[in-house]
C-alpha cells in the first residue's frame, strides 16, 4: 500500500504533461471499458473548464491593470511587434487554408439542421460588434467574458493608477500575485480535468462518428500542421534568426495539449500566463498579448472558415477564381478576429465566408452543423493552434528585443523551461 502512495506521490509531484497525457491514455480505457461511468467522469472536465473560465477574466483584469500600474517610463512592451504577428499568422493561416482547399477538393455531405444560432450578417456586422464590446460595462464584460471589453477597461484603469501613490500600486500588485496563486491552484487539476473531458466525449460520440467527413478533417489538420510546423516558426525565425523549433515544440505541449482538450482560448489564458512566466518573457507584454491573442490571434479560426466554406462551395459546384479566393483569405482573418474565445466559435462565421459565393444562407447553416459535428478533433486542434501561436509569437517578439544579447543556448535554455 505505501508503495502504490508512493508512486501517486511521485506522478502528483512530477511533469504537468506526463499527468496529462496519462489522464488521456486514462480517459481513453475507461471510456472503452464502462461508457456510463466516462460520462459521469465527464462532470471533473466540466468543471475543470467551468474554473478555468470563471478565473480567466478575473485574472486577465487583475494582471493587465496591475501590469500597466507599476510599468516604468519608457518600459518597451513589444506589442506593436506582437500585434503584426499575430495578423501576419493569421492571414498566412488563410492563404494556406485556400491553397489547399485547391489542391485537395472537398465534398460535403449535407445535413438538416435545426440549429438557432443566428450568422452575423456582414462584415460591417463584425466590425461593429467589436467596437460595442470595448465600450460594454465593466461589470457585464468580467461577467460574460467579454476579453475585449476586459482587456479596454484595464488598460483605462491601469493608466489611470500609474498617477496614484506607491500604496495603490502594491495593493494592485498584491491582489494579482493573490489571483495567479488561485490559477495556478486550478491548472494543477488539468490532468483530471482533461482525464473527464476525455472519457465523456469519447464515450458519447465514439470514433465512428467522424469517419464520413475523413477527408474534411484530412484538409483542416493538414493546413493547422503546415501553420503549425512551418509556417510559424519560419515567421519566428526570421524575427529571431534562431533555431525557432525547440521554442515551437515547447508551445505546443505546455500550452496546445490543454487547449485541444479544453476546447477554449479564452480558458486556456490562465495556462498561457503561467507558461509566459516560466519562460522568463516580460510580464509587461504577455499580460497583454496573451489576452488579445484569445480574441484576435486566430490562425485555427481562419482555416476552420476558409476550408469549410470552400468545401461547401465546391460541393455546389460553384466555379472559384484566384482573386476570390484572395477576397475570401481577407474576409477569413479578419473574420476569425471576431470569433469568440469559446468552443465551435468560428463555426457560426462561415456563413458570413460563404455569402460572399453567394451560397444560400440555409446551406451554410447546414455546414455550420457538419462543423459541429466534427467539432471534436477541428474546434479542439484549432484552439490549440490559435492557443499555443499566443505564446509562441510573444515569445517570439521578446526574443527580438532582446537582439543581441540573447545567444542561441539562451534560447533553447528558455525554450525547455
Known sequence: MNQVTGIFKKIASGSLVLQIVIGIIAGVILSQVSPDTANSAGLFGSLFVKALKAVAPILVFVIVASSIANQKRGTHTNMRSIIGLYLVGTFMAALVAVTLSFLFPTNMTLVATDTAATPPNGIGEVLNTLLFKIVDNPINALATGNFIGILAWAIALGIAFQHTGEATKTFLHDVSNGVSSIVKLVIRFAPLGIFGLVS??????????????????????????????????????????????????????????????????????????????????????????????????????????????????????????????????????????????????????????CSLFGVPNEISMQVVAAGFIIGVIQDSAETALNSSTDVLFTAAADLNARGTAATETETETVAAA
Open 200 to 353: 465523456q466525449t469519447i464515450a458519447t460520440t465514439g470514433f465512428e462518428a467522424l469517419s464520413g467527413y475523413t477527408h474534411l478533417l484530412q484538409v483542416l489538420l493538414g493546413a493547422m500542421l503546415i501553420i503549425a510546423l512551418i509556417v510559424n516558426p519560419a515567421i519566428v525565425f526570421f524575427m529571431t534568426r534562431r533555431n525557432p523549433y525547440p521554442l515551437v515544440f515547447t508551445c505546443l505541449r505546455e500550452s496546445g495539449v490543454t487547449a485541444f482538450f479544453t476546447r477554449s482560448s479564452a480558458a486556456n489564458i490562465p495556462v498561457n500566463m503561467d507558461l509566459c512566466k516560466r519562460l522568463d518573457l516580460n510580464e509587461d507584454t504577455y499580460s497583454v498579448s496573451i489576452p488579445l491573442g484569445a480574441t484576435v490571434n486566430m490562425a485555427g479560426a481562419a482555416i476552420t472558415i476558409t476550408v469549410m466554406t470552400l468545401a461547401a462551395v465546391h460541393t455546389l459546384n460553384i466555379q472559384v477564381d484566384m482573386a476570390t479566393a484572395l477576397l475570401l483569405s481577407i474576409i477569413a482573418s479578419v473574420s476569425a478576429c471576431g470569433a469568440s474565445g469559446v468552443a465551435g466559435g468560428s463555426l457560426l462565421l462561415i456563413p458570413l465566408a
